[in-house]
């Protein structure tokens, strides 16, 4: 009977020393939870700082996009008007190509100064 008495304490002992283990395991498994945790928790705090800057940088962007857009439309519309002006003046220029290249062509020149078509070319303008 002594043997098994033995046997018995031994398991004992083996049974504490796995229970020991098993505590430090679960000590050590929540410490590394709590740091796991501590990390996501910092690296979305970091997320969260530069989500913040790239909105900035975004409004930032769309402000200088707005303002190019508005100066694009702006020279266009002055684009637009001389065009209209250059036409208008080689429509004057051929006005007065032919009214200065004498009676022959029928213009006659006008006080406004624009050529006007007459049926007789040696008017004086009127």
Known sequence: MMSYSYTSSGCSDDQSAVDEKKMRRR?????SARRSRMKKQKH????MVEMGRLEREKAEISKA???KTLGHLALRSENDALRAKKTALTHYLNNM???LEGG??????VADG?????????????
């Open 65 to 67: 996009c707005t303002a």
């Open 104 to 109: 022959s062509s029928g213009w006659c020149l």
């Open 97 to 99: 190509d032919a009214a």
């Open 44 to 47: 979305l705090q970091e997320l």
């Open 27 to 31: 000590v050590s498994n929540r410490e």
């Open 114 to 126: 624009t050529a006007k078509a007459v049926e007789k070319p040696w008017c004086s303008g009127g």
